[in-house]
């Protein structure tokens, strides 16, 4: 136990490692150049990392032809890369594009599956302000107000409670130090705003940010000025 911990803690402190899993955080397959490439590394030397994240089962493989695409295996292993974040890739800012990711970032980002940083936490801080969730330390419960919210906008809460995964749960957000919600709901909320492009992709990263769209009709439909002002105001530029 004492060794696969060591090697964990290895690789996640490795700035090229860090910077692959990094990628692979947006939950999508690549391949091993687009990962060596985030890494600014050789293809040899990204297919060795590789082999380290396969050994501690973090990857699936998928062979088309002769090409091999990668991704996170699951979103245990996307939760622990997220916390040691800090640690590994944030710590020192090198150069002006690094301060910009991290920036993107801070403001917005996919945690795997589901919505993290300021953006995040805002919407998850007004769910609960509305009583669509009950918080206790970090137990979280869906009320029946919440249920009739999101079943509004299309969402079947019993269609996410029967899918062979936790279907609500809080993360700590890394960045914010407060909770996120994560689980089968917390994806629902993030493929809604993705799908209706309330939010889209900053580039081919894994950041986010609000569209005009998105804020339009949060405040319309929602009635959610107030996760448009508490994100802006905190919003790091």
């Known amino acids: 136990m004492n060794i696969k911990i060591n090697e964990v803690a290895g690789i996640l402190a490795d700035k090229s490692c860090?910077?692959?899993?990094?990628?692979?955080?947006?939950?999508?397959?690549?391949?091993?150049?687009?990962?060596?490439?985030?890494?600014?590394?050789k293809n040899h030397t990204a297919t060795y990392h590789i082999k380290k994240f396969?050994?501690?089962?973090?990857?699936?493989?998928?062979?088309?032809?002769?090409?091999?695409?990668?991704?996170?295996n699951n979103k245990s292993v996307a939760?622990?890369?997220?916390?040691?974040?800090?640690?590994?890739?944030f710590q020192t800012v090198r150069s002006l594009n690094t301060n910009i990711e991290n920036k993107i970032l801070f403001n917005g980002r996919f945690c795997y599956d589901h919505l993290a940083g300021k953006l995040g936490v805002e919407i998850?801080?007004?769910?609960?302000?509305?009583?669509?969730?009950?918080?206790?330390?970090?137990?979280?419960?869906?009320?029946?107000?919440?249920?009739?919210?999101?079943?509004?906008?299309?969402?079947?809460?019993?269609?996410?409670?029967?899918?062979k995964r936790n279907f609500c749960k809080v993360c700590l957000d890394w960045s914010e130090r407060e909770y996120h919600i994560a689980g089968s709901i917390g994806?629902?909320?993030?493929?809604?705003l993705l799908n209706n492009k309330w939010i889209?992709?900053?580039?081919?990263?894994?950041?986010?940010?609000?569209?005009?769209?998105?804020?339009?009709?949060?405040?319309?439909?929602?009635?959610?000025?107030?996760?448009?002002?508490?994100?802006?105001?905190?919003?790091?530029i």
């Not at 089962?57 to 091999?68: D, K, P, T």
């Not at 890369?81 to 890739?89: K, T």
């Not at 889209?200 to 448009?228: F, P």
């Open 18 to 41: 860090s910077s692959m899993l990094m990628l692979l955080m947006d939950g999508k397959f690549h391949t091993v150049t687009e990962l060596a490439k985030t890494a600014n590394i």
């Open 54 to 72: 396969i050994k501690l089962e973090w990857l699936e493989m998928y062979v088309q032809g002769r090409y091999h695409y990668y991704r996170l």
């Open 79 to 89: 939760e622990l890369i997220e916390q040691w974040m800090p640690i590994s890739q």
């Open 124 to 163: 998850t801080k007004w769910y609960v302000k509305n009583e669509f969730f009950k918080i206790s330390e970090s137990e979280i419960e869906i009320t029946d107000k919440g249920i009739n919210f999101f079943e509004k906008f299309g969402i079947d809460i019993n269609d996410l409670r029967k899918l």
């Open 187 to 192: 994806k629902a909320t993030a493929e809604f």
């Open 200 to 236: 889209e992709r900053h580039g081919k990263s894994r950041g986010i940010r609000l569209t005009e769209l998105g804020e339009k009709q949060m405040r319309e439909l929602w009635d959610g000025g107030e996760i448009i002002e508490n994100y802006k105001s905190k919003m790091i």
